[in-house]
Each structure stands twice: as C-alpha cells, then as structure tokens.
DNA sequence: TAAAAATACTCCATAGGTATTTTAT
DNA sequence: ATAAAATACCTATGGAGTATTTTTA
C-alpha cells in the first residue's frame, strides 16, 4: 500500500541475517513487534511473502532471497552516501572501522593506531580482530570500513593496496640452534606446529613446504602464535613466526630464532576496502601514513 | 542529526531536476516548504551543502552533484525493487508505461496496445510518444518501463530487442510516377523533404543518401511524416517513407508510392529497456507477443 | 521590488513501545 | 508446553500543510 523505507530494508536485512525477528530486532534497538510490523508492512507493500515463519526459526522464501540480492547493494550504496560526505571534509575524521588479521593485530596495531590517531586528531578508530574470512564477509556487508591483511585476498568488490613484505622466520628449541636451517622441503617432514584451520598464516606456512594434500605429518596446532612458541620451547616441535611477531612472542621464552636462506617465505600485508567506497582516497591516505611511519 | 531517507533523496532528485524547490514540490506533489525542510535536513545530516541558493534558481554545489551521480543509481535501484515483486506473478499486471518514436507511434500502437491488453489484462498501459533521444532518458531516470524504437541506440544500460526490419518507400507527386526509381546517391540531387532534426528517422533517411557532412542540397523539412506527405503532393519534392506509415499517410493525399530497388533502405524497429530490470522476462514475453500478433 | 526559499505554527499519520494473544512444534 | 511471531492499543515524533518572513539579484 505505501512506499519501501530504507528502514524497512535495514529491518528486512537484519531479520534475513538473523533468522529471527527477535534477535533482529534487539540489533536494530527496536522492539520484537515493531520489526513484526515492519516487515508486514513491506510484505504488503510488495505483495509478497518476504519470510516462512517456523515455530522456532524463519527463512527467507524464494522471493525473499531474490528481494535480499537487490536489497544488499542498495544499503551499502545508502551507507556510502554518508562516507561522501565525510570524504568532502579536508583530512580525516569521524568513525574508522579497522578490521586486522589475529597474527598481525597484536604487533603492529598498537604503534598503527598510535600514528593514525596522531595524523588524524578526529578520528574514532574501533578494532575487530578476526580471521580474513570474516574480515572480508564484514567489509563487504559494510561492517568495516577498511582492513588490515595478508594480500591477496582476490574479492573483486574489494581494492588491494600492499604495504609490505614481511618474512618468515624459523622458531625451534634452543638446543636445535646449531642445526642448519632446513628447506620447505625438509621441514615438511619434521614435527611443524601450525595455527588451527582458518589462520590465512596457516596456509602460508603450509605452502611453503610445498604442495601437500594434508596437513604435513604428525603436525599439531595451536589457536594463537603465542601458544606456538610455548609449544616450541616445551620441544613439541617448530614453527614459522612472521618477523614482526619475533621480538614480541620470544621476549620471555627460551627459543631459538633463524632466518631461512634466500628465497625466503615470506607474506604481503596490506590494506583492503569496498571499492565502492567514497573514502578511498582517504584509505589512501592513511595507506601513505602507515608506509612512513608505521613501516617494520 | 537523523538518517537519510528515501524521501529525502525522491526529493532531492526533484530538486536538483528542476533547479527549483517550487517546481520540484509540485511534482512531489507537495507544499514548497515541505520540500524545503526535508532537503534541509538532509543538508544537515550530510553537514554538506547540496545546493547553491540564488535569487532565481539554484544550482548544485560540487558536493551536491558528486552526491547526485550515486543518488539516482540507488533510487533506480529502489524503484527495481516494486518491480522485482510484480515479476514475480504470473503473467504481467499493473501499470507498463510505454514510449514509442513519432514514426512508429501512429502506424503500429494501436493495434499493439489492442494486442497488449487483450493478452494481459491486468494490464494498465500508458504512453508517451517523443524523439529517441527523450525516450531513452526517461528510461534510464525510471520514468518509463519500455520503448519501441528504430535500433540501435547503443546505451550500454540498455537492453535491445529486435522485433523487424522495416524498409522505407520513396513518394513523389503523381507526375512523376512514370519515372524510374533513383538510388541513394540520385536521392541526393533531388529535393528531399525531412523530419527536423532531432527525428532519427531523418538520420536514417540521410544515411541512404550516402555520407554527407551536411543536410543535402535545399533540403526542406517538416515535423510529421504527415506534413511531408502533404508537401509531397504539392509538388514541393520528394520524401522516403515507412512502410508502415504508407497506408495511413497516402489514403487522402495524392502522391505516388515507389519501392527501391535492393538493397532497400530499411529500418530495424524494436524494444528497449533498461538492462537491471527485474521484469526483463516480462519484458521478452511482450516482445515474443509483438512478434507473433503485431509483425507487419 | 519581486520571486523564491526559509521559518513558524499546527495537525495528524505513523513508528515504536508495552501488554497480550495466537501459532506451530 | 513453550518459544516465537502477531495483534491490540497507546504515545510521541516528525512530516506536511498554511501563513508569513527573510533573502538576493
């Protein structure tokens, strides 16, 4: 009967992502029957059913599902309206959702965002660590609004701008340290600790032994690098450690730190963001300031 | 302060259309200060001008026009979505507004309209007969749903669908019925009645007689093919008609009616529309419709 | 000074809250 | 029987109208 609101499509969007008018509505900050009547209002509006209510949980219907493509790039073009006109202000200033990887966030952020917010006094800089995937996930539902990875992440909503190269290190018990660095192709068949499934230095770490179908023999994981490096001092194993990591993880245990010989594996970190975006040139900016000053 | 709406952005495409609150009410069909407060409070939550106010008009700030290049996307998008939920009934019902070049307009529409509603007859079809030109900006502003053209038109957001090749027919006074057919190139010598410009069939009917970098020699010109006709028959020279226009146009007047030799002049007419559509199946099933019934 | 936009105010439609009922497993 | 959505009803915000003032070329 009336016209589509864009709350009504943020309260659609969010009862789609939740499965649930209830939860829907407590991250919208409404009421359970407000997001109710909402949602009925523009089933009427499109004569259409958007959702099949179940006793315990609702799905979209076929529609719906349709209804959801379309919907989902018009609010992330609404959300970037207001960037633009954030973006028409000289410098920076305002909200800065930063999204990191887990094994870069606690070695670069603190000096990163120590810069950032020296550089741009107006800026409100929120974190969220998590994994690529989510991070990606996030940016593209307009969650984030710039992150922090390893390249590349091959999105094609999202614009890659690299920072550095940053090399692996090799991490084993002090009594290994005369040993002589192994090769990707050794170490694939020594005891090599791992980060758990979902770790993009997981990945990394493995492709540098080589192409394997599996996981490398008897491997063993871990949910955090400084957890690999206790399991390395307790003689469990070895690991790779990112440089940037080094100085801080093995400060207070006793490991023994190699360089592998050229060429050595090594990760590119850089900053991604919605290529839509209307701050890209701001992103730039600050893709500029960390070269300068936050550069290992 | 608040959130943007998609009033205020109906609104403020209004505006920056006419270049004037008072106009631009009118079409919203609401008061002048309505439209004034709302464009306001967008300037407010934006915190960026959107338009310079002057004695007599306004224009758009810089800002304003950045802002409108992403507005009308959205908007288009938002009016797509009405249009996804009637795609998603059987058959095809509601309101089709239709635009149609002034040389096809009245040859075929009767009959096509005829075979239109009595093949859907939920159907609420409107029409607007004006130049290619106009057609295809009201499509890409959302103001019409289809067009029947001459193709192509080459507008990348726009779909086309041929429906037929039409040839044009040369007209002469009676007297000089006896005398043979000229080509293309004889055409040119000879004093060729044309639509003014802005006409595409005059453009089509130019390109028959060859490259030209200017209108041929003593060309006169006319603003209906039914104005051309009448000059015909008083002797002022000679025109090239549609074919479907033939029986119409040369009932009541006295001129003669010759076909060229091939490689006929022709025309393809067919229908247009904008590519994201999400009645493009709609669509095609007025074009198959076209073509099975309509077809000259 | 005249055309056009902004402001002041008033009113009503509607979004949202609370309390409650209905529905489906 | 229970979790979840829908409905009923009330309140308050804000969108839109009319009348008027301010602005600027």
Redesign the interface.
Known sequence: ME?????QLRYFEAVSAQGHFGRAAEICSISQPAISVQIKELEQ????KLFERHARHIRLTA?GS??SE??Q??LR??D???D???A??PGLVGKLRLGVIPTVGPYLLPKFVTDLTAAFPGLDVRMRETQTEKLIADLLAGELDIALVALPISEPALAEVPLFEEPFVLLRAVGDAHKPVPNGETLRKMRLLLLEEGHCFRDQALSFCGPSPNAPHESMEGSSLSTLVQMVASGLGVTLLPEMAVRLETRSADVSVARFPTPEPTRQIGLIWRKTT?MAAQFQQIAELFRTTTAV
Chains 1, 2 share one sequence.
């Open positions: 016209n589509i609101t864009i709350k509006t499109l004569g259409q529609f349709v209804f379309r919907v790039p018009i073009a609404i970037d309206l207001s633009l006109a954030r028409a202000n209307p």
